[in-house]
């Protein structure tokens, strides 16, 4: 498997060395974008509120709510 991001590839094998992962986790963690998942928990709570604005329209239209404008 092959990561072109640097600062990807960078931390999974800090991973790899402090949580002593096996391959088969590794490859688990790689497909399954844990990278990015962590990066996403991290960010500022005023881009978290961004994205929560974002998400809450969406929703609302899947569920047939439509805007009062």
Known sequence: MRISDEEERNFYLN??????WSVR???RNIKSGYYKRILS???PDKENKV?????DP?????MGVTPKC
């Open 51 to 55: 994205l929560e604005f974002v998400k």
């Open 25 to 27: 986790v590794l490859e």
């Open 41 to 43: 928990t991290q960010l």
């Open 58 to 62: 969406f929703v609302l239209e899947l």
């Open 15 to 20: 991973e790899v060395m402090t949580e002593n």
